[in-house]
C-alpha cells in the first residue's frame, strides 16, 4: 500500500520490481546521418556465430501485402551484414503472429511480449509492429537483453531515410551486444540512425567483444575481464543523459537474485554497479530493496533515501502535485510508480493508498488502482 510514509511507497515498488524488472529502452535518436566513406575491417574469428531469433509480427505488419517475406528479408539483410562484419548470423527459428490491440503505449509492449510470447527456445526476440511509432523512436532494445522492437509504416519512417526496417534491426541487434549511443558528433555509425552496415569504433569493438554473449545468461555469464573491457570501451565516450547500461543489466541481474532468494549475490552485484555509476538512483533503490528483505532497515532506508536526493524527479512530481494537489511525498510517490510502470519489460502496476485523493490522482495516470479494504 502506497501511504504519507515514504518507505512504504517504496514497497508497493518492491513488490512490482521483485517480479522483474529490465533495463531502460535504449532506442534509435532521430540525428540525422551522412554515409561514411570507411567501412570498418571484416571481423577476423573464422567460425561463424548462431544467433536464433523468435520473430513476433503484430495485428497492423500482418495486415501488409506479403508481410512475411518482407519481415524474413529484413532479418537476412541484417544478417549479412553481421556475418560480414562480425561473423555473426541471424536464424530465424520461427515467426509468430502476436495481436497487441489498439492504444497500447509502446513501451508496454515488450513487456507484454516477455509475457504472453517469450523468447521460446530462440536466443532473442524480435517484435515487428506497424504504425506504432512515438516521439520519433523506431525501435526498442534492452541492452545486455533478449527483447528488441522494429516499427514500420510510420509517416516519419516514410520521410526520413536510414530509418529503414533494415537500419532499426541493425541498431537495436548492437544494443543486445551491449552496443551504446556514442559522444555527440557522430553521424557515420547506425547508432545514430546511419546507415544499417555503418558501424563506429566503439561500437564495431563492444560487438566483437562480446561476440559469444550468452543471452540465456545474460550480464551474469560476463567474466570480470570482459566487464572491464567493456567499461574502458566505454569510458572512452557516449551520449550524454543515458545510464551506464552494464550497471542497468547488472541492476536487473540482482533484483531477480533477489527475487529468488539469493540476496548476498545480487547485493554483491548492486555494489560492483555502484562503483560503475555512482549516480544511479535505480542501483540505490533496488539495494534498499534487498536491505529489507533482510529485515535491514536502517540501511534500507539510507539508500532509497539516496535514491531520492539522485532522483528527485522535481518536473514530474512537481507536475503531479499542481495538477492534483497532492503533498510532496504522495506526488513523489505516484511518480515512482508510474516510472515502474512505464519500464518496457516490467509486470503490471496495481497502485493502492488509503488516502482516496491519491487513488484519484493515480487513476487520472491511467494506474490501475487497487481500492483499499
Given at each position: 500500500?502506497?501511504?504519507?510514509?515514504?518507505?512504504?511507497?517504496?514497497?508497493?515498488?518492491?513488490?512490482?520490481?521483485?517480479?522483474?524488472?529490465?533495463?531502460?529502452?535504449?532506442?534509435?535518436?532521430?540525428?540525422?546521418?551522412?554515409?561514411?566513406?570507411?567501412?570498418?575491417?571484416?571481423?577476423?574469428?573464422?567460425?561463424?556465430?548462431?544467433?536464433?531469433?523468435?520473430?513476433?509480427?503484430?495485428?497492423?505488419?500482418?495486415?501488409q501485402p506479403g508481410w512475411d517475406a518482407m519481415l524474413r528479408r529484413t532479418i537476412q539483410t541484417v544478417s549479412d551484414i553481421y556475418e560480414r562484419?562480425?561473423?555473426?548470423?541471424?536464424?530465424?527459428?520461427?515467426?509468430?503472429?502476436?495481436?497487441?490491440?489498439?492504444?497500447?503505449?509502446?513501451?508496454?509492449?515488450?513487456?507484454?511480449?516477455?509475457?504472453?510470447?517469450?523468447?521460446?527456445?530462440?536466443?532473442?526476440?524480435?517484435?515487428?509492429?506497424?504504425?506504432?511509432?512515438?516521439?520519433?523512436?523506431?525501435?526498442?532494445?534492452?541492452?545486455?537483453?533478449?527483447?528488441?522492437?522494429?516499427?514500420?509504416?510510420?509517416?516519419?519512417?516514410?520521410?526520413?531515410?536510414?530509418?529503414?526496417?533494415?537500419?532499426?534491426?541493425?541498431?537495436?541487434?548492437?544494443?543486445?551486444?551491449?552496443?551504446?549511443?556514442?559522444?555527440?558528433?557522430?553521424?557515420?555509425?547506425?547508432?545514430?540512425?546511419?546507415?544499417?552496415?555503418?558501424?563506429?569504433?566503439?561500437?564495431?569493438?563492444?560487438?566483437?567483444?562480446?561476440?559469444?554473449?550468452?543471452?540465456?545468461?545474460?550480464?551474469?555469464?560476463?567474466?570480470?575481464?570482459?566487464?572491464?573491457?567493456?567499461?574502458?570501451?566505454?569510458?572512452?565516450?557516449?551520449?550524454?543523459?543515458?545510464?551506464?547500461?552494464?550497471?542497468?543489466?547488472?541492476?536487473?541481474?540482482?533484483?531477480?537474485?533477489?527475487?529468488?532468494?539469493?540476496?548476498?549475490?545480487?547485493?554483491?552485484?548492486?555494489?560492483?554497479?555502484?562503483?560503475?555509476?555512482?549516480?544511479?538512483?535505480?542501483?540505490?533503490?533496488?539495494?534498499?530493496?534487498?536491505?529489507?528483505?533482510?529485515?535491514?532497515?536502517?540501511?534500507?532506508?539510507?539508500?532509497?533515501?539516496?535514491?531520492?536526493?539522485?532522483?528527485?524527479?522535481?518536473?514530474?512530481?512537481?507536475?503531479?502535485?499542481?495538477?492534483?494537489?497532492?503533498r510532496g511525498f504522495d506526488a513523489i510517490h505516484l511518480s515512482s510508480a508510474m516510472t515502474i510502470a512505464?519500464?518496457?519489460?516490467?509486470?503490471?502496476?496495481?497502485?493502492?493508498?488509503?488516502?482516496?485523493?491519491?487513488?484519484?490522482?493515480?487513476?487520472?495516470?491511467?494506474?490501475?488502482?487497487?481500492?483499499?479494504?
Open positions: 500500500m502506497v501511504k504519507r510514509v515514504p518507505i512504504l511507497g517504496f514497497l508497493v515498488a518492491f513488490t512490482v520490481l521483485a517480479g522483474g524488472c529490465d533495463a531502460w529502452p535504449a532506442h534509435a535518436q532521430p540525428i540525422p546521418a551522412q554515409p561514411s566513406p570507411a567501412q570498418p575491417s571484416p571481423a577476423q574469428p573464422s567460425d561463424v556465430r548462431i544467433v536464433t531469433l523468435r520473430a513476433v509480427a503484430d495485428e497492423m505488419y500482418r495486415a562484419q562480425f561473423q555473426i548470423r541471424l536464424v530465424v527459428r520461427d515467426v509468430v503472429p502476436w495481436t497487441i490491440g489498439q492504444a497500447v503505449p509502446v513501451p508496454r509492449i515488450l513487456g507484454r511480449a516477455r509475457v504472453e510470447v517469450s523468447t521460446g527456445p530462440a536466443d532473442v526476440l524480435v517484435v515487428f509492429a506497424a504504425e506504432r511509432c512515438q516521439k520519433l523512436e523506431y525501435g526498442f532494445a534492452q541492452t545486455f537483453g533478449r527483447y528488441a522492437m522494429v516499427q514500420t509504416n510510420c509517416l516519419d519512417t516514410a520521410v526520413l531515410r536510414n530509418t529503414t526496417p533494415e537500419g532499426v534491426l541493425s541498431h537495436e541487434m548492437a544494443h543486445l551486444f551491449g552496443a551504446f549511443h556514442p559522444a555527440a558528433g557522430r553521424s557515420d555509425t547506425v547508432m545514430v540512425l546511419g546507415p544499417a552496415d555503418r558501424f563506429d569504433g566503439q561500437t564495431t569493438r563492444v560487438i566483437r567483444l562480446m561476440r559469444g554473449y550468452d543471452f540465456t545468461r545474460g550480464v551474469l555469464g560476463l567474466d570480470p575481464e570482459v566487464r572491464r573491457a567493456w567499461s574502458a570501451i566505454y569510458a572512452e565516450g557516449h551520449a550524454r543523459g543515458e545510464p551506464n547500461p552494464l550497471a542497468g543489466a547488472l541492476t536487473n541481474a540482482a533484483a531477480e537474485l533477489g527475487r529468488t532468494g539469493r540476496v548476498e549475490e545480487g547485493l554483491t552485484l548492486l555494489r560492483e554497479a555502484m562503483a560503475m555509476d555512482p549516480t544511479s538512483a535505480r542501483t540505490r533503490t533496488i539495494m534498499g530493496f534487498l536491505f529489507l528483505r533482510q529485515g535491514r532497515l536502517e540501511d534500507a532506508a539510507r539508500e532509497l533515501d539516496a535514491a531520492k536526493r539522485i532522483d528527485f524527479r522535481e518536473v514530474e512530481a512537481g507536475r503531479l502535485a499542481a495538477k492534483y494537489g497532492l512505464s519500464a518496457p519489460a516490467g509486470p503490471d502496476v496495481l497502485f493502492s493508498s488509503f488516502d482516496a485523493a491519491l487513488n484519484r490522482a493515480a487513476a487520472g495516470e491511467r494506474l490501475q488502482v487497487l481500492s483499499p479494504q
